[in-house]
């Protein structure tokens, strides 16, 4: 009797779906697709991680960071003229004035050279280390491969923190550099200074 009424059962739920396919397909359809409100917060949400005013940050920070990379190469570039000069003005000056013999202002002036020597090594040595470019494989680790990736905002702003911090740290051994070419150049003046005043014989 029991499985007399579950085949009726049965086959009015077979028979009622056969009737109306069209509800089944909808009914269907949107278990599969979110309605449009769902949509609309999907879509929110997407927009929000993606804030314009963390990627105008971020390109800012980069553009700092390039602009000192760009400040870096300059002042290497100043350096080689200072080599080419301090060179120049020593085999023109330096044989004239040691054709006199050795005096003061050349002993003066051969201590200079030294010194804008010196300069120049500590100015070209490749110890320092700066920082203008991220490690890939640790950018994958931290921001991507791991147990939560991180949002795209989320990742500018940690981002431009870093590449601050790395500005500063850059920012100090250019200030080193930097006064050890403005000393450099002042050497230059002074050696020019007294090999004319070594050929003079004063």
Do not use: C
Not at 16 to 25: C, G, K, M, Q
Not at 37 to 56: C, H, K, M, Q, Y
Not at 89 to 116: E, K, M, Y
């Amino acid at each position: 009797m029991r499985g007399a009424v579950h085949g009726q059962h049965l086959h009015r739920g077979i028979s009622t779906e056969l009737a109306h396919p069209v509800h089944a397909r909808e009914d269907t359809l949107m278990a599969e697709h979110p309605s449009g409100s769902e949509s609309n917060r999907i879509a929110a949400s997407a927009v929000a991680d993606d804030d314009p005013r963390l990627a105008f940050i971020y390109q800012e920070a980069v553009r700092g960071l390039t602009q000192q990379q760009t400040l870096v190469e300059n002042m290497s570039t100043r350096a080689g003229s200072l080599v080419f000069a301090t060179a120049f003005a020593n085999s023109l000056l330096g044989g004239a004035a040691l054709s006199n013999g050795l005096g003061l202002w050349d002993w003066t002036a051969v201590a200079l050279l030294f010194g804008i020597g010196g300069l120049i090594v500590f100015k070209l040595w490749p110890y320092h280390q700066y920082t203008f470019r991220f490690d890939p494989e640790e950018l994958l680790d931290q921001y991507v491969d791991g147990d939560r990736p991180t949002t795209m905002s989320a990742m500018r702003r940690a981002l431009a923190l870093r590449i601050k911090a790395d500005v500063a740290g850059n920012w100090r051994i250019i200030q080193r550099l930097r006064v050890a070419l403005q000393i450099a150049l002042l050497f230059l003046l002074l050696d020019i200074l007294a090999w004319l005043l070594a050929i003079a014989g004063i």
